[in-house]
């Protein structure tokens, strides 16, 4: 039964602590996504991969995150600092992209991030 | 750029009864995807339902049907016989065909199934 991973499942940092979110992939997937979902703004789309190279990232505050994909089993996202504001539950989620729009997206469970 | 749009923040529904929750959307794009998915008390994101524009059947898995108004810009999810494990926030999701699969949700829709 393939699934996207994701770890921790929760997080509590303290403000200005550097937090890395992890994300396995569906094997075999070649688009990976983080995205984030607060109760003000609802599941937004911060970055997305193919082929392990960044296609956008223009939904994510360049200051203090970067998300990565060191291979393509394994999908990073991390904040530094983190502040209060980032408290919010980010989703990953993988998809096969086979250029002809066929990119059903599956979600992994999330991580949910408290920042005091 | 893409929008969706969910008026019904909350809805509520008696068990075994039918129940519609609205999604519209703004696009130039002629060729899309269209989806919904449910997000339970776990955060688990389930997908439901997929309706490509191009197809004017409207799609269908078991319970769970579509209203898809291609001209009107609308694409509404009924769910027949509603059962008590349908409790749940469900978003609507729109993405763009061919060339990018980047999916931009609506705030979504509580709905409760009450026994």
């Known amino acids: 039964d393939a699934r996207v991973t994701q770890t921790p499942r929760h997080k509590v940092t303290e403000m200005g602590q550097e937090v890395t979110m992890r994300c396995q992939p569906i094997l075999g997937h070649n688009t990976v996504f983080w995205y984030r979902q607060t109760m003000m703004q609802g599941l937004e789309l911060l970055a997305y991969?193919?082929?392990?190279?960044?296609?956008?990232d223009s939904g994510m505050p360049k200051d203090r995150f970067s998300a990565e994909m060191p291979d393509a089993t394994l999908a990073t996202l991390k904040i530094q600092p983190s502040e209060p504001r980032d408290s919010a539950v980010y989703f990953c989620a993988s998809a096969l992209f086979l250029g002809t729009g066929e990119g059903e997206q599956y979600f992994g469970p999330g991580t949910r991030l408290t920042v005091t | 750029a893409q929008t969706v749009t969910q008026s019904q923040p909350e809805m509520s529904v008696q068990e075994a009864e039918t129940v519609t929750l609205s999604c519209t959307y703004d696009t130039s794009e002629s060729n899309y995807y269209l989806f919904w998915y449910k997000q339970p008390p776990s955060r688990q994101m389930i997908l439901v339902i997929r309706q490509e524009a191009y197809k004017q059947q409207n799609a269908t898995e078991n319970r769970f049907s579509v209203n898809f108004q291609k001209a009107a810009k609308s694409f509404s999810l009924k769910i027949s016989d509603s059962q008590l494990g349908d409790t749940a926030m469900y978003f609507c999701a729109f993405m763009k065909g061919i060339n990018n699969n980047d999916m931009r949700f609506g705030a979504g829709t509580r709905l409760t199934v009450k026994p």
């Open positions: 991969f193919r082929n392990r190279a960044p296609l956008d």
